[in-house]
């Protein structure tokens, strides 16, 4: 009877085995080492560019930032400057309103009234003066009415004193207004205002009275 020794041959396979699941062993390691590095690569590189895009937008959130104090400042220089031309127009108009004030005060006042200040107020202008007689005060009121730049002259006081050479004369002070500086247009009576007269004002009652 033969005998026959398989050992060795089961031996070679064991030891195939272990190299073949050893050389698997490897492969995997290698294979999920490769797969962790390309897999950090990527990630590398998506964190890289999400990077680069913040860099992107805070640098143009920090160019939009300067161009709106830019703006801000233009705005600001542009109501600076707004101001300032309203300032001058207002000036302007302000020196013509005296100007014309100063013309019509001379063209208005009669002989015999001298004033002694003018006071303007907006809109309003107060005039202290003296008149020789009460008659003359009312003719300087008349004049005032009929300017194309004054308005609403109203007595505020008048009153008897001595001037510097010791002779009786009135001290006065009214009041007026100053309009426009295009005159409005006066339309004529009609028929039935003409026909029917208009009662008497308070400064018609006034100046009557000065004049009595």
């Known amino acids: 009877m033969i005998r026959i020794n398989l050992l060795p041959h089961r031996a070679a396979k064991r030891a195939l085995r272990k190299r073949e699941f050893n050389l698997i062993l490897i492969g995997t390691v290698i294979g999920v080492a490769a797969l962790w590095y390309v897999g950090k690569l990527y990630l590398d590189e998506r964190i890289a ?4 895009r913040n860099d992107l937008l805070v640098a143009e959130n920090k160019k939009l930032t300067e161009q709106i104090d830019e703006i801000k400042k233009l705005k600001d220089q542009t109501a600076a400057l707004l101001a300032r031309k309203q300032v001058v127009e207002t000036l302007q108009v302000n020196r013509s309103a005296s100007v014309k004030l100063l013309d019509q005060l001379v063209r208005q006042l009669p002989d015999g009234v001298y004033l002694k200040a003018v006071k303007q107020n907006g809109q309003k202008i107060n005039l202290i003066g003296l008149a020789q007689s009460n008659a003359r005060v009312s003719t300087l009121m008349r004049n005032l009415e009929s300017s194309p730049y004054l308005q609403n002259a109203e007595l505020v006081e008048i009153k008897a004193v001595n001037d ?3 002779q009786r004369t009135n001290e ?4 007026i207004s100053l309009k426009g500086i295009e005159a409005p247009a006066k339309a004529g009576p009609t ?3 003409a026909a029917t ?5 308070s400064r018609e009652k006034v100046m009557q009275a000065i004049t009595k």
């Open 197 to 201: 007269p208009a009662a008497p004002s």
């Open 172 to 175: 006065f002070s009214l009041n």
């Open 164 to 166: 510097k050479n010791q």
């Open 191 to 193: 028929p039935a205002t």
């Open 49 to 52: 560019s999400q990077q680069r």
